[in-house]
T-cell receptor, first 109, second 115 residues
Framework: RKEVEQDPGPFNVPEGATVAFNCTYS??????FFWYRQDCRKEPKLLMS???SGNEDGRFTAQLNRASQYISLLIRDSKLSDSATYLC??????????FGTGTSLTVIP | DTAVSQTPKYLVTQMGNDKSIKCEQN?????MYWYKQDSKKFLKIMFS???????INETVPNRFSPKSPDKAHLNLHINSLELGDSAVYFC??????????????FGPGTRLTVL
């Protein structure tokens, strides 16, 4: 079983739409959770960390459900510039990071 | 200032050759990593290393070896290159701590093509 599982998509949504990505992780002892964004032919970059109580950063909202081992990312009012691959990332003990396969998002004018 | 840098950015070489990719971080982080991203875009951890411990993904062939001259550098050496080694290799670093969110910072990647 993979450490982190994501729906690969692709998600094609119109500008202004709301889109949600989901992710599950297998290790209940996982310590930290993140969403990264990767643009084509670029390195992954941190979009936001995911806090236990959930957190929001502008149009982006992240949620964590430790009981279900589930992480989500909600993007409201999608912009063309949001088109990218979104990676769910989990950090376990020993500073080991595990990446999901990524979910591809294309925002259409 | 570049936080995590890699050289070269592109590397084209013949099968059977030996090559190295260099990585440097100026963030003062304790742990450095190498990832491989293949054509299917999956980021696979190859190694993680701090000044005390090397953790190797058991699926990585022993033709791949990390070399760390100091805390700020983790180079990747590859022997007897094969066609299947063609991929983008990312270096990353993160601080080591029992708590906190401790995210990873990535280098720009090295695109390796084996002919």
């Amino acid at each position: 079983r993979k450490e982190v599982e994501q729906d690969p998509g692709p998600f094609n949504v119109p500008e202004g739409a709301t889109v949600a990505f989901n992710c599950t992780y297998s290790n209940s002892a996982s310590q930290s959770f993140f969403w990264y964004r990767q643009d084509c032919r670029k390195e992954p970059k941190l979009l936001m960390s995911v806090y236990s109580s959930g957190n929001e950063d502008g149009r982006f909202t992240a949620q964590l459900n430790r009981a279900s081992q589930y992480i989500s990312l909600l993007i409201r009012d999608s912009k063309l510039s949001d088109s990218a691959t979104y990676l769910c990332v989990v950090r376990n003990t020993g500073n080991q990071f595990y990446f999901g396969t990524g979910t591809s998002l294309t925002v259409i004018p | 200032d570049t936080a995590v840098s890699q050289t070269p950015k592109y590397l084209v070489t013949q099968m059977g050759n030996d090559k190295s990719i260099k990585c440097e971080q100026n963030l003062g982080h304790d742990t450095m990593y190498w990832y491989k991203q293949d054509s299917k875009k999956f980021l696979k951890i190859m190694f993680s290393y701090n000044n005390k411990e090397l953790i190797i993904n058991e699926t990585v062939p022993n033709r791949f070896s990390p070399k760390s001259p100091d805390k700020a550098h983790l180079n990747l050496h590859i022997n007897s290159l094969e066609l299947g080694d063609s991929a983008v290799y990312f270096c990353a670093s993160s601080p080591l701590g029992a708590g906190g969110l401790n995210e990873q910072f990535f280098g720009p990647g090295t695109r390796l093509t084996v002919l």
